[in-house]
């Protein structure tokens, strides 16, 4: 993959780990009907807003590959249109390198954890 797909897809995982730190606030204030979110289009320079409800927004968060966007922010090269909602479009990322940057830097990933056993002196 080509140097401008991998920081495509960097883009995307850097505006998802911004509306995760958005999510958490909403989390600290309490329930509303539905919560601003920056769009996670791959375009660095998109300013686009979208609105999700909590449920929504768990629905694109339980799958590493998949990112909420504005609509017709996605790009034919790095990403499939999974549904389309009011207001905002549910993408996955293709096959391959992108599906795996994606999934690698997910930060709801469970993380392997290293067991290190104490040492009997």
């Known amino acids: 993959m080509s140097d401008w797909r991998e920081q ?3 883009n995307e995982t850097q505006s998802r780990e911004i509306n995760e730190w ?8 309490g329930a509303r009907p539905t919560n601003p979110y920056i769009c996670e289009c791959s375009d660095d320079a ?5 609105s999700l409800t909590h449920v929504e ?3 694109v968060r339980a ?9 017709d922010h996605e790009s034919p090269d ?24 994606a999934t690698a830097s997910d930060p709801r990933r469970p993380q392997a954890r ?3 056993q104490p ?3």
């Not at 958005?22 to 204030?29: H, K, M």
């Not at 998109?46 to 979208?50: D, L, W």
């Open 8 to 10: 495509e897809v960097q």
């Open 22 to 29: 958005i999510q958490q606030s909403n989390d600290a204030r």
């Open 46 to 50: 998109c300013a686009a807003t979208i």
């Open 57 to 59: 927004y768990e629905e």
């Open 63 to 71: 799958h590493g590959a998949t990112f909420a966007i504005a609509l």
């Open 78 to 101: 790095l990403d499939l249109l999974v549904s389309e909602r009011t207001g905002f479009a549910i993408i996955r990322k293709l096959p391959g390198l992108p599906a795996r940057l």
């Open 114 to 116: 290293t067991v290190i």
């Open 119 to 121: 040492v009997d002196a």
